[in-house]
């Protein structure tokens, strides 16, 4: 059985009603480099925070090497944060900023210069002693923040994104020293980023978190080929996502046209989302032999390869990486192999609410009161709503809904937006849509009459 | 971090015994009479008082002068320091508080033999002079801060805009600079309207101001009367505040 | 040529605010009892002050301890006082927050007299005989709200973090306060100290009204019974131009030491 040093386990988190965390449960190994990953608002420093005792969970406990940390104020933790904007003691010198922990541990003095100089050494700072902290570069800064959690030997390291006020250059070494201090001292490294490509670089165990829930847990590669849902194939890489049908095991229809592919086990015709990355599509100027065609609509160099887009015969945007440029306008033929396809199932099938009658024609849900076809039901009764995505009319001015909303993700499926827009309930709603919107737009959401589904609610619930 | 915000206590405690139960009391004793009995009679008495009266109404008048004198001398000066292209640094800016260092008292004193020496009879115009004297810093030190703080990138954009350098001081700085230059009225005119000693120095007691009228009734305790002189005051602090816009921000910070 | 201009003006505005000083400072050098006299150059006051034969003698030497002392007295319980209120304040949201620092501006916004009247009725009807105490209170009072003006600004200056990076190398909240906080609110303390120290100096109307009748003199109250009375203290003179000095010197060494200081950083 493998050793953990973290656990986490059932954590929640609300700040003012809104909750950060939901369940978290996780699991860490000795000497691991864990990254956390998510884009901002996903609670990824949060649960940070909680392993450094700088918050209280709601509910849950965090286990150190099997030990409960809940009664554990920060200061009796053995762990060290490096924290996004360093926070260097400004009124100490590098030294005393490194030495700053061990004196109060009551260290003999001749140990903490030998620890100190060490350190210095290991982050590659060994004659910035004196300095003062506020003269150095941000990119020293962040070195001395990095010694003075070392220096105290933490079972766990906390790092909430170190790099992210570093320029690009910068980053780049930082993340391969990171790496290599990581790699010499086996130190267990929890490492907090929004940036996909750093996590893919560091890490040993990559967890993608969206809206203060795990979204997949596994290896850099495992995350990049194998995404668990629309969202983490989105947020990690270039993607083309789109809509299918699994016609059986191992045969999967999208872009209007079968292909053969490795998995198995959703059933049969079973709507689903199908993952191609846009280095795994085979880009041609022949058509024979192509499993379909399209036309190449942009090309643009990105330094290593080119990046175009193209539109399938069908009427599909796709992007396609390629080494070679091809001619805008051209006739392509393309090809995508059974195991560069990636067929998930879809979360969702079309929106779907509690809801109560309002009157024979009136149903209230996601807080407003809806026009609906008068059917089987009087008022009062709770019933099961279910709207189409594709159903879900979104305007330009929120008066003109039933209720409205801000335009919460995108997501480009080649041919269409699939939009998550939150309403002021606080629920959302997803909706099929040719018109582009931008993130946090303001939108109105029309439902007509006909296209609201209404069930009896079937059980005792 | 949150349960220091208890640590305010005892500065809570300390202004509601010093500060505000003081303001309280200025307004009971302003509706006492000698026996603690409830009466209009000193607030009456005030505007029956033509000594009183005129004094205010000349108190108004030389505040009102003296506070536009320092807006028009120390607009352009806190500019001035302001503005990097002058070349002024923070020393000349804590030079013009320097002289506060000497007694306000003696320095009142040497302005007024100053004036003599120089031939000035001393009288409405040397009060007005040795005033502005005193109170010019008051001034200058809110709007310069206001000015300092201001970022630059809205004047260049109204440069960038096509704004003459006059349009932007009236569209832009000015209009920007206003919360600096309120908190300067408000630091200028209450202690004008109300100074004592100064006014006496400056006019060899040949002109009375408002706060020589409560001093003289509290010294010579009637107490109930001078409460109520100070009510008079007290309300006036208040319209001017509401009409500065109140003294949210009185930019008095980091003058050293 | 506009810069040549507005050059001059800011010296002209700053040489009419030093004409009285200076004028002092030239008088404390002739033996002349009235000021503006000129007798020919003399030590004599310097002398005079030193020596401690002065008209006045022993109560103006009094009066200028109890000035310094009830400065020195009002700085520091001000100082104390108001960088606690600056942190309560600080973790104050919303409505208290607001209501503390409107208060806080009550006594910046109030005239002297308004403050010496009310704080006189205070002990009036609190029934405490007036005094150094009462002094030492109504400074305290009109001090404190300079000092938590001059935190305010230091504490959101202050990385959050550090804090937590304090309890987090090992550091308990008390020794993470003294250790970390403190430290870097120090040079708004001393600001807030110096001001404090000024404004207690310089005030006149408010120890006027709390004083009390036990015969407690500061400069201020002296040198306002002694111009009354006509005649005032030639060697008022050479102190206050040795006060302003001292001041002076003071100011000139914490410049030049912050300078350095900045340009050592500079530098780096």
């Known amino acids: 059985m493998d050793k953990f040093i973290i656990e986490l386990k059932h954590l929640s988190k609300s700040f003012d009603d809104k909750k950060v965390l939901e369940d978290i449960n996780l699991q860490i190994r000795q000497g691991e480099f864990v990254t956390l990953l998510g884009p901002s608002g996903c609670g990824k420093t949060t649960i940070l925070r909680l392993i450094a005792g700088f918050l209280k969970p709601d509910d849950g406990s965090i286990l150190l090497e099997g030990k409960d940390l809940s009664d554990v104020p920060p200061y009796k933790r053995p762990l060290n944060t490096v924290f996004q904007r360093y926070a260097l003691f400004p009124h100490l010198d590098v030294y005393d900023n490194i030495a700053f922990g061990l004196k109060l541990q009551k260290v003999p003095g001749e140990e903490i210069e030998k620890r100190v100089r060490k350190v210095l050494k290991l982050v590659s700072m060994s004659d910035y002693e004196e300095r003062d902290v506020e003269s150095l570069s941000g990119g020293q800064q ?40 990581h790699d010499k001292l086996g130190i267990t490294f929890i490492y907090v980023t929004h940036d996909q490509e750093e996590a893919l670089t560091l890490s040993d165990t990559v967890i993608v978190l969206k809206e203060g829930k795990i979204q997949q847990t596994g290896t850099p590669a495992d995350i990049y080929n194998e995404p668990v849902n629309s969202f983490v194939a989105d947020f990690i890489g270039d993607s083309n996502i789109l809509n299918g049908i699994m016609v059986r095991d191992r045969r999967v229809k999208f872009l209007y046209h079968e292909f053969d592919c490795v998995d198995e086990g959703f059933g049969e015709n079973v709507p689903v989302d199908v993952v191609v990355r846009p280095e795994d599509i085979y880009i041609m100027n022949r058509t ?16 290593v390869h080119y990046e175009m887009f193209v539109m399938t015969d069908e009427g599909y945007e796709l992007m396609v990486q390629d080494y070679n440029a091809f001619e805008i306008g051209s006739t392509v033929g393309l090809i995508i192999k059974p195991q560069d396809i990636q067929v998930m199932k879809k979360e969702r099938v079309c929106n779907s609410y509690r809801g109560v009658m309002k009157g024979a024609d009136r149903v209230e849900f996601l807080g407003a009161e809806f026009e609906c076809v008068p059917g089987d039901f009087k008022e009062g009764d709770p019933v099961e709503v279910e709207v189409d995505f594709r159903k879900v009319d979104l305007m330009d001015d929120k008066e003109d809904g039933c ?48 296209d609201i589904r209404i069930k009896k609610l079937t059980g005792d619930e | 971090m949150s349960k220091r915000s208890t640590w305010v206590l005892p500065y809570a405690i300390f202004l509601a015994v010093f500060v505000v139960l003081p303001l309280v009391l200025i307004a009971v004793y302003a509706f006492q009479d000698n026996s603690g009995h409830f009466t209009l009679g000193n607030v009456l008495r005030f505007f029956s008082d033509s000594d009183a009266v005129s004094t205010f109404a000349l108190s108004l008048e030389v505040a009102i002068e003296t506070t536009l004198l320092c807006l028009l001398l120390g607009y352009p000066a806190a500019w001035i320091l302001a503005n990097k292209k002058f070349g002024f640094t923070t020393v000349t800016i804590v030079m013009f508080i320097m002289p506060m260092w000497v007694n306000a008292l003696l320095r009142t004193l040497a302005t007024a033999e100053l004036f003599s020496i120089l031939g000035f009879t001393l009288g409405k115009g040397t009060l007005l002079f040795g005033m502005v004297y005193d109170f010019l810093p008051f001034m200058i030190y809110p709007i310069y801060n206001m000015l300092l703080k201001m970022d630059t990138s809205y004047s260049e954009a109204a440069e960038d805009l096509g704004a003459t350098p006059v349009q932007v001081f009236l569209k832009v700085t000015f209009p920007l600079s206003l919360p600096g230059v309120y908190s300067g009225i408000l630091m200028v005119f209450m202690p004008t309207m109300s100074t004592f000693a100064i006014s006496e120095f400056l006019t060899n007691g040949k002109i009375k101001l408002f706060g020589t009228i409560i001093q003289e009734n509290i010294n010579s305790s009637m107490w109930n009367y001078g409460a109520a002189l100070s009510l008079v005051m007290l309300v006036l602090i208040g319209l001017t505040s509401l009409v500065t816009g109140g003294s949210r921000d009185t930019n008095v910070g980091g003058v050293v | 040529m506009k810069r040549f201009l507005a050059r001059i003006y800011v010296w002209v505005l700053l040489v009419l605010l030093y004409a009285p000083v200076v004028f002092i400072a030239v008088c404390s050098f002739t033996e002349s009892r009235v000021m503006g006299n000129w007798t020919g150059f003399s030590f004599k006051l310097y002398g005079n002050l030193f020596g401690g034969v002065m008209q006045g003698g022993s109560a103006l030497l009094s009066a200028i301890e109890n000035t310094l002392v009830i400065a020195l007295l009002a700085a520091l319980f001000s100082m104390l006082l108001g960088t606690l209120a600056a942190i309560g304040i600080h973790n104050l949201r919303g409505r208290k927050r607001n209501t503390m620092q409107l208060l806080n501006n009550i006594p910046i916004v109030n005239p002297d007299v308004i403050t ?40 959101t200056q202050i990385n959050p973090n550090t804090y937590e990076a304090a309890l987090d190398l090992g550091a308990t909240p008390a020794q993470a306060f003294a250790k970390v906080l403190v430290p870097q609110l120090v040079p708004g303390m001393v600001s807030g100290f110096i001001l404090a120290f000024t404004m207690s100096l310089d005030d006149f109307a408010v120890t006027f009204f709390t004083r009390g009748t036990i015969g407690l003199d500061t400069l201020s109250t002296y040198i306002y019974t002694d111009a009354r009375k006509g005649g005032l203290t030639p060697e008022l003179r050479p102190l206050m131009t040795l006060i302003f000095l001292l001041m002076l010197v003071l100011l000139v060494i914490v410049n030049v030491r912050a300078n350095r200081r900045n340009k050592i950083e500079v530098e780096k």
């Open chain 1, 403 to 450: 209720t409205y909303g801000t335009v919460a993700s995108i997501l480009y499926k080649g041919n269409h937006y699939f939009l998550r827009v939150k309403t002021e309930s606080g629920e959302d709603i997803y909706s099929h849509t040719q018109d582009v919107w931008d993130k946090y737009d303001t939108v109105g959401i029309k439902i007509l009459p006909q």
């Open chain 3, 116 to 155: 010496g009247v009310s704080l006189f009725l205070l002990f009036v009807f609190l029934k405490v005989s007036q005094g150094y105490v009462t002094v030492v209170l109504a400074h305290i009072t009109f001090c404190t709200p300079f000092v938590v003006l001059n935190v305010m600004p230091r504490l």
């Open chain 1, 288 to 303: 024979e032999g192509s499993q379909f065609t399209g036309v190449v609509k942009s090309c643009t160099f990105k330094g």
């Open chain 1, 142 to 181: 962040q070195r001395v923040a990095i010694a003075r959690a070392l220096v105290n030997r933490p079972k766990v390291l906390l790092l909430d994104e170190p790099l992210a006020a570093l320029d690009l250059k910068m980053r780049k070494d930082m993340q391969i020293e990171l790496k290599e201090m």
